[in-house]
């Protein structure tokens, strides 16, 4: 199989599971799970695939990582055109799996761990402030990506540390928007509920890209002149 293909295939099946599972956790059994369950549901799809697929395709299962590691000159124009539509498939068809697992068993397909904000979903923020905590939440993981892959010598606990850094943001972010930071995990859960997840998309495809955006140039700004 071609490298870029394999590439592909690799962030496929990362975005597929980190959905399916962390989706999945909210979905059917967040009441027991609570949290602290989801958010560890989501981190550990993360360690899971980093040291599986990482060799491959580095692991990013998010657009707004591959935006950070496009801006960052570490992945090439027509990969991160790659990355993200392979992210977005595997993101879907999670989705589309999770949906049919609920109608199998009868329950109500009224949530897929889709994320939201206002009256009626987790505490009741506004748009603006989920747009803000959107940001804020994925600058903070991208920029502990950022950090923990400069320095090879990381190599071992990179896939550790991003898995519990994302379920870290999750503890915070569940009860205000359901913790997106990856427009590919909202998108494919929306696509397949419609209504109001479809019309509240766009907090969650613009803002986590602008978190992305603002740690690289932060990352870089403050570590311009490091060891000089």
């Not at 549901?41 to 899971?48: K, Q, R, T």
């Not at 977005?88 to 199998?104: D, P, R, T």
Request: net charge positive; charged share 5%; proline share 3%.
């Amino acid at each position: 199989m071609n490298v870029s293909l394999k590439k592909y295939a690799a962030e496929f099946i990362g975005t597929f599971v980190l959905v399916l599972f962390g989706c999945g956790s909210a979905a059917t059994a967040g009441g027991e799970l609570g949290y602290l369950g989801i958010a560890l549901a989501f981190g550990l799809s993360i360690v899971a695939m980093a040291y599986v697929i990482g060799p491959i395709s580095g692991c990013h299962i998010n657009p707004a990582v591959s935006l950070a590691m496009f801006m960052s000159r570490k992945l090439k124009g027509s990969d991160f055109i790659g990355y993200v539509i392979s992210q977005i498939l595997g993101a879907i068809a999670a989705s589309a799996l999770l949906y049919a697992i609920i109608v199998s068993a009868g329950m109500p397909t009224t949530g897929l761990g889709q994320n939201g904000f206002g009256p009626g979903y987790g505490i009741g923020i506004t748009a603006f402030m989920a747009v803000i905590v959107e940001v804020v939440l994925t600058f903070v993981f991208i920029y502990t990506i950022l950090g923990v892959t400069s320095n090879e010598s990381n190599g071992n606990i990179t896939g550790l540390v991003i898995g519990l850094t994302l379920a870290f943001v999750h503890i915070l972010g569940i009860a205000l928007t359901g913790t997106s930071v990856n427009p590919a995990r909202s998108l494919g859960p929306a696509l397949l509920l419609g209504g109001q997840a479809l019309s509240q998309l766009w907090v969650f495809l613009i803002a986590p890209l602008v978190g992305s955006v603002l740690a690289v140039a932060v990352y870089q700004g403050l570590n311009n002149h490091r060891g000089k």
